[in-house]
């Protein structure tokens, strides 16, 4: 093997460990109250939100991921913080965006019981 070939393997083989580290890792999440989102510390993948009924009520309205960091489960860690936040603060969820209310409720049935009860989507 050349060296120019070594090196890219070696290179290949640290990406590859790199990415494998990312996804078993989990990726800080803080609240950015002001934008009124979730975000990872990099500002790239987030889940925005409104708050409805005089703040008793956290809207999910959407959630991004880069397609760079798509596969990582980086949406879910996201709606795990909104989720813990709206606990913790004795809060509802309405789950407008489709990611929470078709992909990550289903298989987090643990998180239902903070769903808002009344359709708040027609009122909206």
Known sequence: MTNTAAA???AKMAAA???AKMATETPKIVWNEGKRRFETEDHEAYIEYKMRNNGKVMDLVHTYVPSSKRGLGLASHLCVAAFEH????SISVVPSC??????FLPRNQ???PLVHSEDLKSSI
């Open 8 to 10: 890219t393997s070696e």
């Open 17 to 19: 460990t790199s990415e």
């Open 86 to 89: 709206a606990s913790s603060h």
């Open 98 to 103: 489709s990611y929470v209310s078709d992909t």
């Open 110 to 112: 643990s998180w239902k």
